[in-house]
C-alpha cells in the first residue's frame, strides 16, 4: 500500500452542475477501481479549479485472478479421434497448446475448458487508463472543446497531476503532461507552483490561498457568519443550497457584512432576498424577526482590507433595489391589470391567460361550493360572503403577472401579487390566497396555510391537468414538461393536509364542461399513481384500497393507513390463504345483486356463529377504519372454522347457494375497505 494523490486542475467549474454531479463522483472512482481490482479507501476534495482523488492506503499492484475459458461441447470439438476446427479455435483463443486443455460439466454437457493464473499488473502501468477512465465517467450534462482537442469535458483542463509514492507517474491526458504542479490562489501567482510529495501538495496550497477540503472551507464560512451575528446582534438566513454554492465557487472565502438604505425595506422582503440571493448569492439578514437592511456576501479574494470588496458588492447591490423598488412603486399605482392577461397566450389551443383565469374562477366556486360549511366556520362568514370573497380573489389571483416586478422575477408570481392586495386594501384571506395559490412547488415546500387558500391551489392545479389532458399534453416515460405529476402530487398532500374529501370522479366530471371532451379514466388514473410517490407503504395496499372502487383521495389515505396499522399486528400469511380461499368461492358471483342469508337452512354451528358475528358488526356504527377493519378481521377464526368443519359446496342446491352468499357478503364488507387478496405480504 501507498500514497496516490489525482489533481485534475480546470478552468472555473461552474457550480450547479458540478454539484448534481457530486454525491457520484467518489463513487464512480470506486467503481473503476474495482474493475481493476485496486479497491481501496480515498477521499474526494474540490474547489472550483480542480477535482482531486488521495488515498493513503492504495494497492501498489492489482490483486492476482484466474481466468476461465469454457469451450464447445466435447462431441463439436472432436469427429471421433481427431480435434476439429472448434478445437483449433478454442487453442488459438486461449493461446494454448492441446496438452493444457481439460473438460469440464457445463449445464448437462461436457466442454472444454481452460483455467490459468493472472498476475495482477503494476498499478503505475495501468493509472493513466484509470484516469483518463475517470474523467471520461464524469457527467456535468454540458461539456465543451478547446484547442486542437476532439475530447472534452465541462471546462478546459490546464494541469493534471497524478503521484504515486510522491512520485509522478508518466502519462498524458487530454494533452496535458503529468507533473507534480499545481495552480494555486490566483491572488499569489498565475504560474503554476511546484510541489516534491503529497504532503507538499497540500502544504503549498494551504499557504498559498486554497482550503482543498470543502468542509473546512464551509465550516470557515459558518464560524465567521456566527462572529457576525454575535457582534451585530442580527440572524443570518442560511440557505443550505445557496451554502453549497458558494463553498464550490469559492477557494478561500470570506464572510462579510454589507448594508443597503432602509428606504428599500418598503420593498416585498421576497422580492429583496431574491434579488440577493438569486442575483448575487447574497445571504439575507434579519433583526428582531424582520428583514434587516444588511447581507452577507463571501468573498473569495485575499486581502487584509475588504472594504472596498464591500462597497462594490453594495452599489451592485443598490443599483438592482433601486431598480426594483421603482417597479414595484409603478405596479402600487397601476394595481391589478387583469384584462391585460387577454394579451397573453397560457399554451397553445389552451387560450390566453385571463381564460385560464376564468376556468380557475369557476372551479374555486364549484370546490367552494362542496365545502361551504368548512369555509362559513373557518372565515367566520355567511355562506354568500364567502362565496363573494372567493370571487373577489379570483378577479385578482392571476392579475400581477402583468406587472413590472413580476416581469423581473418570475419566481414570485404570486407573493407580488399578495403585497400589492395588502397594500391596496384587500382582505386577509385575499392577500393569503394569492401568495399561496401556486403552493406546493417542490415537494418539500410548505402548503397553503389555510383551506381558502388551498381552494386556489387546488384550481390552479387542476386546471393544469384537465386543460393539458384535454390536448393530449400527456406525460410519458420520463418526460414531464409541464410538471404534471408536481400537480397531482400538490393536489395529495393539499387533501392530506386539509382533511377533506375529494372525490376524483365527481369532480372531474364536475368541472369537465370548461374543456375539450377526452377520457377522465386516464386523468383520474394518472392522479391515483402519484399515491405511490406520496405513501410510505407496501405499493399492494394502495392497489388493494383502489381495487375497492374508492376514488375518494381522503378516504384512500385514511384507508391505507388504517390497512397498513391492522395489518402490522397479525399473521399476514395466514390472513392471506384465508382470502385467497374467500375470492376462490366468491369469483363468479355478483356481489351486486346478492340475497339475504336464510338463517332457517344455516344448520351447522360455525356458520350460525359466523353469521351472527358478521350481523353484529354490520350493525355497528365506526369512529374510524381502523375499527371497522379490526372488527372485520376478528371474523377470520371463524371463517377457518367455518372452512374446516362446513362443506361449502353441499350436495344441496339451496344449502350450497345459502353458504356462498353468507362468504359473499362478508368478501363485500370487507371490500367496502379494500380487496384483501390483492395484497401482497
Given amino acids: 500500500m501507498t500514497d496516490l494523490l489525482i489533481e485534475i486542475g480546470t478552468e472555473e467549474l461552474p457550480a450547479i452542475p458540478f454539484l448534481k454531479e457530486k454525491p457520484q463522483i467518489l463513487q464512480k472512482f470506486y467503481q473503476i477501481l474495482k474493475e481493476y481490482r485496486l479497491e481501496c479507501e480515498c477521499m474526494f476534495f474540490y474547489t472550483p479549479r480542480r477535482i482531486v482523488i488521495l488515498s493513503k492506503q ?96 465541462i471546462r478546459p483542463i490546464r494541469s493534471l497531476s497524478v503521484l504515486l509514492a510522491n512520485k509522478p507517474v508518466f502519462m498524458e491526458i487530454y494533452g496535458i503532461q503529468n507533473e507534480a504542479k499545481t ?19 497540500q502544504n503549498k496550497l494551504s499557504s498559498m490561498g486554497v482550503i482543498l477540503d470543502p468542509v473546512a472551507r464551509r465550516e470557515r464560512i459558518l464560524n465567521q457568519i456566527q462572529a457576525i451575528e454575535q457582534a451585530e446582534g442580527i440572524q443570518v438566513e442560511l440557505d443550505l443550497e445557496l451554502l453549497e454554492e458558494i463553498v464550490a465557487i469559492t477557494e478561500y472565502p470570506n464572510a462579510l457584512l454589507g448594508r443597503f438604505e432602509e428606504k428599500f425595506l418598503k420593498l416585498p422582503p421576497p422580492m429583496i432576498v431574491t434579488s ?26 485575499l486581502s487584509d482590507d475588504f472594504a472596498l470588496i464591500v462597497k462594490g458588492n453594495e452599489r451592485v447591490l443598490r443599483a438592482r433595489l433601486s431598480d426594483a423598488l421603482f417597479f414595484y412603486n409603478n405596479d402600487l399605482k397601476n394595481g391589478f391589470k387583469t384584462e391585460q392577461l387577454e394579451s397573453v397566450r397560457f399554451i397553445e389551443g389552451l387560450g390566453s391567460m385571463l381564460e385560464k383565469s376564468q376556468r380557475e374562477a369557476k372551479i374555486v366556486q364549484i370546490l367552494g361550493e362542496r365545502y361551504q360549511q368548512e369555509l362559513v366556520k373557518q372565515l367566520q362568514k355567511k355562506h354568500n360572503e364567502v362565496m363573494g370573497l372567493l370571487a373577489e380573489t379570483s378577479l385578482i389571483a392571476k392579475g400581477d403577472l402583468m406587472s413590472e416586478s413580476v416581469y423581473e422575477f418570475t419566481e414570485l408570481q404570486g407573493v407580488i401579487g399578495s403585497y400589492m392586495a395588502e397594500h391596496l386594501g384587500f382582505s386577509k384571506y385575499t392577500v393569503d390566497a394569492l401568495f399561496d395559490q401556486y403552493l406546493p412547488k417542490m415537494q418539500n415546500d410548505p402548503l397553503p396555510r389555510h383551506l381558502f387558500s388551498a381552494l386556489f391551489s387546488l384550481a390552479y392545479r387542476l386546471d393544469n391537468l384537465m386543460s393539458l389532458f384535454s390536448i393530449q ?26 382533511k377533506i374529501s375529494f372525490p376524483l370522479t365527481e369532480i372531474f366530471t364536475t368541472i369537465a364542461p370548461l374543456y375539450q371532451k377526452f377520457d377522465l379514466n386516464e386523468l383520474e388514473k394518472f392522479v391515483l399513481e402519484r399515491l405511490d410517490s406520496f405513501m410510505d407503504v407496501n405499493p399492494s395496499l394502495i392497489t388493494a384500497v383502489l ?51 336464510n338463517t332457517e337452512i344455516l344448520y351447522a354451528t360455525e356458520e350460525r356463529e359466523l353469521f351472527n358475528q358478521f350481523s353484529s358488526i354490520q350493525m355497528q356504527q365506526f369512529d374510524s377504519y381502523v375499527q371497522e377493519i379490526e372488527s372485520l378481521m376478528a371474523l377470520k377464526p371463524l371463517l377457518d372454522r367455518f372452512f374446516n368443519v362446513v362443506l361449502v359446496n353441499a350436495p344441496d342446491e339451496a344449502l350450497r347457494e345459502n353458504r356462498k352468499t353468507l362468504i359473499a357478503l362478508i368478501y363485500k364488507a370487507f371490500l367496502r375497505i379494500a380487496d384483501m387478496t390483492e395484497i401482497a405480504f
Wanted: net charge positive; aromatic share 12%; with cysteine.
Fill in 58 to 153: 492504495f494497492p501498489v499492484q492489482q490483486q492476482n485472478t484466474t481466468e476461465e475459458f469454457f469451450g464447445p461441447p466435447k462431441q463439436v470439438a472432436y469427429n471421433g479421434n481427431q480435434p476439429t476446427k472448434a478445437f483449433e479455435s478454442f487453442l488459438k483463443k486461449c493461446n494454448i497448446t492441446a496438452e493444457e486443455v481439460s473438460f469440464i460439466q457445463k449445464e448437462g454437457k461436457e466442454v472444454l475448458y481452460f483455467k490459468r493464473a493472472v498476475r495482477g499488473k503494476k498499478s503505475e502501468d495501468i493509472l493513466q487508463e484509470i484516469v483518463k477512465k475517470f474523467i471520461n465517467s464524469l457527467n456535468f450534462g454540458k461539456s465543451m472543446r478547446w484547442g486542437s482537442l476532439e475530447e472534452s469535458f
Fill in 276 to 301: 440577493m440571493k438569486e442575483n448575487q448569492r447574497y445571504f439575507a439578514t434579519y433583526k428582531g424577526g424582520k428583514l434587516f437592511n444588511g447581507f452577507i456576501v463571501v468573498s473569495n479574494a
Fill in 473 to 498: 399534453r400527456i406525460p410519458s416515460g420520463s418526460k414531464d414538461p409541464f410538471s404534471l405529476r408536481r400537480a397531482a402530487n400538490g393536489i395529495i398532500r393539499i387533501v392530506a393536509h386539509e
Fill in 547 to 597: 381495487k375497492s372502487g374508492e376514488r375518494d383521495i381522503y378516504a384512500i389515505i385514511q384507508k391505507i393507513d388504517a390497512l397498513q396499522k391492522v395489518l402490522a399486528k397479525i399473521d399476514n400469511k395466514e390472513l392471506n390463504a384465508t382470502f385467497k380461499r374467500v375470492a376462490n368461492i366468491t369469483k363468479d358471483m355478483d356481489l351486486q345483486i346478492l340475497k339475504a342469508v
Fill in 183 to 201: 495552480f494555486v490562489h490566483r491572488s499569489k501567482t498565475f504560474d503554476k507552483v511546484s510541489f516534491t510529495s503529497i504532503q507538499d501538495y
